[in-house]
């Protein structure tokens, strides 16, 4: 079964925004009256380029102050010096992050909460009694190694197209753009994990579905869930990741 691409949020302001057009309210709505039910399933094809989907939703705009959603990946792939170009090429799989997959602000707190800002914190020091790293969580991008983004960038481009179809509950393993044996560097935790390598050395990435009861999401190197998938771009295939509870992608298939 492929999954709709619309979240029980987006279906929900679907029906209000169609009561408030209306002019009715879910008290009007006639409950007796009966009708022929349609089934219909969500046309996945976006029509434009992984970068136009990338473009129309990340600069704000008079006809679009709201919707950037991909801002802060956009922010990123400029720091890091990545071609939007490398969007438009054909065969691929892209893995987008919302906004909530790079950092979420708590604005009561004033600070990163959660997201890859907060999951691969600076590393601003070591305690001299453990050895262990002192961390802060990033507020920016350029408060990390650019190599490092870049990096971490490419690894999100995948070679290949990979969609539900595509997919089963065991690992597909594919590869993506990241050059084999890069190597984070201390400047954040990444350059901590994956027994100090930070990247995949191979530069591979595992797909798999999970069964479970929220539409069956894609999951990455069995940790993070998708937040919306299987978008069908002219050039590829589009999965959006940064859901709650999972935000961050770790550009790495070994255990934690």
């Known amino acids: 079964m492929k999954k709709l691409i619309m979240t029980k949020s987006a279906a929900y302001a679907c029906l209000f925004t169609l009561m408030t057009l209306s002019g009715c309210s879910m008290f009007d709505l006639d409950l007796q009256k009966n009708y ?40 990123g792939l400029e720091y ?21 997959g790079i950092r979420v602000w708590d604005a009561k707190k004033n600070k990163v909460t959660a997201g890859l800002f907060f999951d691969f914190p600076i590393v601003t020091g070591e305690d001299p009694e453990t050895g262990q790293p002192i961390t802060r969580p990033a507020t920016m991008w350029e408060d990390y190694d650019k190599e490092d983004v870049k990096n971490y960038f490419l690894y999100l481009i995948v070679q290949g197209t990979y969609n539900f179809e595509d997919l089963t509950i065991t690992n597909t393993t594919a590869q ?33 579905i999970v069964n479970n009861n929220d539409l069956a999401p894609i999951q990455i190197n069995d940790k993070t869930n998708d937040r919306s998938g299987g978008y069908i771009a002219t050039n590829g295939i589009v999965h959006v990741f940064g859901a709650k509870g999972a935000y961050t992608v770790y550009p790495f298939r070994a255990p934690l």
């Open 176 to 208: 993506t753009l990241l050059p084999s044996g890069a190597i984070a560097t201390k400047k954040s935790l990444l350059g901590y994990m994956n027994e100090g390598k930070g990247f995949d050395q191979e530069g591979k990435m595992n797909f798999k």
């Open 80 to 100: 890091a010096g990545i071609s939007l170009e490398e969007f438009e090429k054909p065969g691929r799989t892209f893995i987008f992050l919302h906004n909530e």
């Open 36 to 75: 022929d039910y349609e089934h219909q399933t969500l046309d996945p094809h976006i029509n434009i380029s992984a970068r136009q989907f990338l473009e129309s939703r990340s600069y704000e705009t008079q006809n679009n102050p709201s919707d950037t959603v991909f801002k802060w990946m956009r922010k």
